[in-house]
């Protein structure tokens, strides 16, 4: 709450889910630190100050490097653009905030409250006789399975094909449309509108009675509660009407529609299931009344104009509008869209006053004037306010013409206005009603013309790349009036619009954006993660090992899509993201255990086997405490997807990573292992660690004598006071103990002392 308020964000549905989705992670730095302070007092038999910190500092770079990891997947994503970035900052930005706070209490105050709610030693050995128990049994399951998997050739090549058939086949979902992908889901709503549009030059008395027709329908919807009807004007917008412009919607041929619905809790149908129905309820009576019509739903993310748009280019009006009319057609045709309509207004006739500036000017009358007393006539004219006894708000009194006279021409024409001589003068002694044909509306993007086709995609592929793709399919038999075949541009206008041609827009855009800036940041992440690895362990090796699980984080999640019947959504992508750092903080700590045990003595097969099955209890704990905090959004309409990223994604990936790492960590071969200890300072850097650890080297050929004879004297000199320290240093190992004194180990010595 103190990051939200210091970086200006609002604790909002967006932050409050940024804080569920990490709880799951949160307490992994917690787990950790506690396992270990038991398993260490288990170890020596008893309970000191000294070796809970000991503990502490044993698993305190892992820990620290695991949680930079999991920040590294998350940062990078606050950085997508468009609408969406703000929208799903809070998510980034706060969770890794909340992960810094964790690894913060995680080495102050979780030793302070073990030490402060101690159990008995007797108590923790029971608990350990259990563990002790089940770490037999997964000692002898992953010594049988990686042994089979590493020594047996078959079952090894056979375990990473079927790896590799399962990854493409899952990925092969997204092809097939088995799992379709969308910006977000649609939401749950309280409320959805009807936006009606009659033929242009329609009078008000229609629209309203097309409204009141439609209004009568779905007022027999069990889950309408209200129905509010506005003919000629705009009913008050919201952050969707601003975009879509619905605000300028006041000729007497639109009108507006806004039904409200029973609370969520009080009805079993999700408001897109109730539009659905009222999208076919109505369709009869705007086809009898010849007006194109449009259920428009609350957008679960950033709105736009329409979910999908087609922006129409060419040289000049004609082309553009034939254009324009022949994909209308094509969305029509393919079957996939619903609500289609176009952004082109045909031509009718009006009433234009043509003022007779001559004949004005000798009454003693302004055009402006004759402007205002036409609009007072033909609207109405606020003259003021009064507040009525129980009225909340005031009311306006206006002046109106009866519809009777200002629909007739006749009348009109006796209007008077107001002279600057005084008097009245009959407007028609100041000019003529004249009949003219409306302007079109013309429409300009960066500075060129353009024409807007608009479609709303219907069925269980409700994207609008689906729908995108029906269309182009049309498109392969289309050729335009200079015989070109046509294809509409994904990432840009046209660039020659000097013939034509067409750009998909809408949601798609914002679509496009942001998957492509998530896909950016993902691979910043894995590069930055990679190079903290490396960091760490001082090797290139082992960190490939360890992010090798990330692809197999999309064997759970894409999978778990299809088995719950939901789409891969923007959040399922930041909670497939969020799962790479996961899953490299789990295979960071089983390759560091690996180091530390074979640090001390344990030979490198048995070292990887033992911290598989030492690791496997706190890995399942965090999966399930994820697993836990993943289940809450589980319900939500829009944060699903992260929810079954979580879930299915870390389930799976948690199992295959206990296997995977230690059969990479055995391929990488125990030199890796041992350079690593040396970097992290646990194993001495001097060649006799290679006798002591059965580690072979190559031989190196022997040089003649001529070569060693012309070697540079100071070398010589070096050569044989090394190799003189290294005789006494062997002459006091054999008076020594053959054990490994750990604690000498933790010291490097300096090469470079001659």
Known sequence: IFAAWILGMTIDRVSLFALIFSIGILVDDAIVVTENIYRRWLIDNKITIGTAIDAVREVGNPTILATFTVVAALVPMAAVSGMMGPYMAPIPVLGSVAMMISLFAAFVF?????????????????????????????????????????????????????????????????YTTTVPVKMLPLDNKSEFGVVLDMADGTALADTASTLHKMAQVLRNMPEVVA??????????????????????????????LQIQLAEKSDRDRSSHEIALEARQLIKQIAADAGANYAVVEMPPGPPVLRPVVAEVYGPDKATRRKLANDLTEMFKESGTMTDIDNLMRDEYPVINFEVDTEKASRFGVSVQTIKETLAMAMSSFNVTTIRLKNALEPSRVCLKVPLSKRSQLSYLTQLPVPSQQGGMIPISELGSFVYKKQDDLIFHKDLADVEYVLGEPIGRLSAPIYAMFGVDDLLLRYQTVDGKELQGEYLGPPEDQTVPGFEWAGEWTVTYETFRDMGTAFGVALVVIYMLVVWQFGNFIIPAVIMAPIPLTLLGVVPGHWLLGAEFTATSMIGWIALAGIIVRNSILLVDFTVQEYAKGMPFFDAVINSCASRTRPILITAFALVGGASVILTDPIFQGMAI????????????????????????????????????????????????????????????????????????????????????????KETSDDKIDTNGLLKKEDKNDV
């Open 110 to 174: 979780t030793p302070y409250f073990i030490m402060k709610f101690v159990p008995p030693l007797g108590v923790l050995h029971k608990m350990h006789e259990k563990e002790e128990k089940e770490s037999k049994i997964l000692y002898a399951f992953f010594h049988s399975t990686i042994s089979k998997l590493f020594h047996i050739k078959v079952y090894g090549w056979g375990f990473l094909i079927t790896l590799f058939v399962a990854f493409f086949m899952s990925m092969s979902m997204f």
């Open 645 to 732: 990223s979580l879930l299915f994604g870390v389930l799976i990936s948690t199992m295959l990573t206990l296997i995977v790492i230690p059969l990479g960590t055995l391929s990488a071969g125990e030199a890796s292992c041992r350079n690593i200890a040396v970097s992290m300072g646990l194993l001495p850097g001097d060649a006799d660690a290679d006798a002591k650890y059965n580690v072979e080297k190559p031989e190196k050929p022997k040089k003649p004598k001529s070569e060693k004879s012309s070697k540079d004297p100071k070398e010589w000199i070096k050569a044989a006071l090394g190799k003189k320290k290294k005789t006494d240093d062997n002459a006091e």
């Open 227 to 256: 129905i509010q009807s506005y003919a000629g004007t705009a009913k008050p917008f919201d952050f969707n009407g601003l975009v879509r412009h619905y605000y300028l919607r006041q000729n007497s041929s639109e009108g507006e």
